[in-house]
Each structure stands twice: as structure tokens, then as C-alpha cells.
């Protein structure tokens, strides 16, 4: 009975240490992983056909209506083309400057694909870079609040 | 903060009384016990003792095993969960708190008719504290958006406690054990990040992330010694 015990006790020991060892993991990996997110529209033109039943103008109301929520500073507007391009929306990863430390930077654009029928083309650009943050290469991921954006405009502007 | 960190030391304290008259009181028992001609004489201790717990590191269960008169190992495994909405140094956040952690002692028991204890061992440590939100916040004056924030304990601490069991039956099979000690939790590992959306400069935005990961370490370090303070309802065999 004691012997039983002990090694039961000798098991449950290793069992805590190797849980221990195998939850170590990269935590700058784990963060992205949280505030990032796959899209389609990363680095892609993804095209939103608007329902016709949507006047061009409301349709274009409601397409700045939903980015300008995400997005509140917008570099480029041009009401012709439909063309939209927000400022860079940048986040640090790891202590500023440190060799592992990288920064993932994203902007929005959109503009008119076609008129009739209407449809707009859609893209987050999506990049990263290591310090000191000048060479910037595509990511492949993008900010959760740019999927937000895509899904609410997919959404509100695209047929049903 | 030093209001709350005066807390734990004032119960350590307090708790350190409990269990040294405790003990004491264990070792009373006994020798009256020895006193009665017609009852037998109980065992110093039982080897094996297993016992639900509460306490500074969460709920859980422990086991230890004493296989000589002044040696034993022992293992638990504590847990606790709580979220909650709070702001940290300049940003608010959804915070979630997970306390997870497995001390594994060497016990040391002074005294052969005495549970009174110490323990020497490692803290297996999952302590973890993540943060998140959608809301804007300033540092120094620059607004930025969503912080995410997470704070990890090294993962192996050193772990030194004292307890002690009072028993309720003759045969020392059931008691209510203590036990008070400390854990250093050495560098905090500190993750923060929030969105910068007005357009500032990359090297001020560098500068205003630093500031704000410089005041969350030190927040962080606040809790490197952490108090360990555990009640116990423990089965021995």
C-alpha cells in the first residue's frame, strides 16, 4: 500500500515538472498569435460587390462610416475613385531596439474596382520589421481589428 | 501597493503564532495521552498524509510522505482563476490572473512527536497576468489604442515555508494543517503592446512603449517575494 502510494507520488512529481518544461514556449510568438489574425484581404485585393439595392452614395456613406471607426486617422480620401488609404496602424513587439523585438505595421486601402455593377476592392497591407525598423517585408497576418473591419464591410455594403 | 504587501506579512505573522502554539499544542496532547496507562500509545506520525488546501497560491491538494522520523518529500498542486476590469500603471484592461503552481519540498521535521516542519524545495510556477482592451489610454500624453499586456513569473522559484498539522484523533489520521513561508519569484517577464493609430513618429512611439514597459516591470517586481500562507484538511496514513 505504501509502495503503491510512493511511486504515485514519485509519477505525480514528473508529471509536474514535464508539464512545467513543455508550457515554456516563445512569449513575443504567443502575443502575436493573440492580436493577430490570417485574412484574406492581407496583402490581397479582396473584392466587395455592393448590393445593388445600396445608391452608390449610401453605399459609400456607409463604407466611410465603418472605417473611419477603425480607423480614425485617414492619409488619402478621394471620392471619384473610392479610393481610401488610412495611416499605418503600428505595434511594437519586445522591448524597443532589442534584437528580438520586431514591429508589425498595417493600413487599409480601398477603392472602386468597378462602377456598374458597383464594386469596391479592398486590402490591408500588412508588413513587419526588426530594428531598427526601416526594412519592411510582407506579413502574412493581419491586426484583428482589420479583420474586424473587412467582416463589418463584407457585411454591411456586400449582397446578401 | 505597500498597504497590500503589509497585509500578507501582518498574517504571516500572526499565522507564525498559530502554528508554533499549534505544534506545541500537538506535543501537549501527546504526552497527556502517554499519561493514561490503558490507552495505547498513538504513533509519533503517519508516513503518508494527503489534504485539500487554500491559500496565497489558490486551491488545490498536496501530498507528503515522511519516511524517516526527520525527512519526508511532499508535492501540491495549487490553482486560482479571477478576472476582472482594471487599469495598470497608464492603460486599462480586461485583466484574467491565473495562479498555477506545484511546490516539491524536502521536509524537515526537527522533532520526532512533532509535525512541525520546515520545507526547502522549488516552486513549479505558471503564475501568469494577461490584459487586454479596445479602449484609448495616454502615455506621456500621446494617445494610443488596445494595450495588450501579459506578465510571467520566472518559471522555477525557490520555496521555503514552516508548518505544522493539529491533529483531532488520538491515532494523528486527521488534522488541520498551516503552513507560512515565502517564494521568491525572481524577474518578471513583461509583454506590452498598444496600437499606435494617430500616425506619431516610430522613434516616439518606441520612447512612450519603453516608458510604459519600464513602469509595468516595475509594477511586476512589486511581487517578486511572494508570501505563501495555506490552510489544510489532511487525511494521514
Known sequence: ?160 | MNRTNKLPITIASLGLLLLAATACRADDIEETTNAAAWTPAPPPFQPFTVGAQVGTLGYGGGADWRFLNHLGIGAAFNTFSYDYHGTIESAPYDIHLHLQSEPLTINVYPWTHSSFHISIGALLNQNRLSGSSDETFTINNNTYSSPVLSIKQEAENPYLTIGGNFYFDHGHHVSLGGELGVVYTGEPKVFFTAQNTSGYPNSQYQADVQSELSKIQGYANDFKFWPVVKVSLNVSF
Open chain 1, 1 to 160: 500500500m505504501k509502495n503503491k502510494v510512493s511511486v504515485s507520488l514519485i509519477a505525480a512529481l514528473s508529471a509536474a515538472l514535464i508539464l512545467a518544461v513543455g508550457c515554456a514556449s516563445d512569449q513575443l510568438d504567443q502575443q502575436v498569435m493573440q492580436v493577430t489574425k490570417t485574412s484574406d484581404a492581407a496583402n490581397n485585393w479582396l473584392r466587395v460587390q455592393v448590393d445593388p439595392s445600396l445608391a452608390p452614395d449610401v453605399a459609400w456613406q456607409k463604407l466611410m462610416d465603418s472605417v473611419t471607426g477603425y480607423y480614425p486617422d485617414l492619409e488619402m480620401i478621394d471620392v471619384p475613385s473610392g479610393y481610401i488609404r488610412s495611416v499605418y496602424t503600428t505595434r511594437q513587439f519586445g522591448q524597443p531596439g532589442a534584437k528580438k523585438s520586431f514591429q508589425v505595421r498595417t493600413r487599409f486601402v480601398c477603392t472602386i474596382a468597378s462602377k456598374s455593377p458597383l464594386v469596391y476592392k479592398i486590402k490591408i497591407e500588412s508588413e513587419e520589421a526588426g530594428p531598427p525598423y526601416l526594412d519592411w517585408t510582407q506579413f502574412n497576418r493581419v491586426f484583428n481589428q482589420d479583420q474586424q473591419v473587412i467582416e463589418e464591410l463584407q457585411s454591411r455594403l456586400g449582397v446578401k
